[in-house]
């Protein structure tokens, strides 16, 4: 039974362009939801897909936009990089909505230059 | 505006003896928390919950406590082990009436190290 997948496990992009990252949910999970975790930091909720929608976010700016697929899997995109983007992003997989005990993926350490 | 705050960035423990990580929210709103651990290169794992109806929690070695006035929780490890060794992560949500638990705010962690 896989679990949380994420992809890429790195990534490094310029300042100013876009970045798209995936996740796949652990199997008989439904909702996702992505975090982003600064370095001596605790994750920060970036935003939760359920049911194809995004069903709630948190304090991060428009160039943080997300999709789930009909298969439940779902991609983050970040556009119009900054440095401050640079983190861990974490993916994490529950079911029916509840973002609570979710499991979590390894992340996608992105890095902005 | 940090509303889970774990105020002690490292914990140092010797093998056996009680590990207590503490954990204190701001928000009066949240009513449910939960104890993440992680190790590194690896995500959080979850490992206890307790809903605000509840003050105290527990689960084979772990317990955790909560103290709802004071806004404060605690999580006990009883005994712990040189593999309890991580960083762990205090979290809190609130039931929402449009769906449920579905953000989760977390603390800055506490690195636990238990000495053999």
């Known amino acids: 039974d896989a679990g949380v997948t994420q992809s890429p496990t790195h990534l490094i992009k310029t300042r100013g362009q876009q970045v798209t990252l995936r996740c796949s949910p652990k199997s008989g999970h439904d909702t996702v939801s992505w975090y982003q975790q600064a370095l001596g930091q605790g994750p920060q909720f970036i935003f939760q897909?359920?049911?194809?929608?995004?069903?709630q976010r948190g304090n991060f700016p428009d160039r943080f936009s997300g999709h789930q697929f009909p298969n439940y899997s779902s991609e983050l995109n970040v556009n119009a990089l900054l440095l401050g983007d640079s983190a861990l992003y974490l993916c994490?997989?529950?079911?029916?909505?509840?973002?609570?005990?979710?499991?979590f993926g390894q992340g996608t350490r992105l890095t902005v230059v | 505006d940090q509303q889970v705050k774990q105020n002690s960035p490292s914990l140092s423990v010797q093998e056996g003896r009680i590990s207590i990580l503490n954990c204190d929210y701001t928000n009066s709103m949240f009513d449910y928390f939960l104890w993440y651990k992680k190790y590194p290169a690896e995500g959080p794992t979850f490992l206890i919950s307790?809903?605000?109806?509840?003050d105290k929690n527990e689960d084979g070695r772990f317990t955790v406590f909560l103290n709802k006035s004071a806004k404060h929780l605690s999580l006990h490890i009883v005994p712990s082990q040189p593999g309890d060794s991580a960083v762990y992560f205090c979290?809190?949500?609130?039931?929402?009436?449009?769906?449920?638990?579905?953000?989760?705010?977390f603390g800055t962690g506490t690195k636990l190290q238990v000495i053999p």
């Open positions: 897909y359920y049911e194809e929608e995004e069903r």
């Open positions: 994490a997989s529950s079911l029916g909505g509840r973002g609570t005990e979710a499991f």
């Open positions: 979290a809190a949500s609130r039931f929402m009436n449009s769906g449920g638990y579905q953000k989760v705010t």
């Open positions: 307790i809903s605000s109806i509840k």
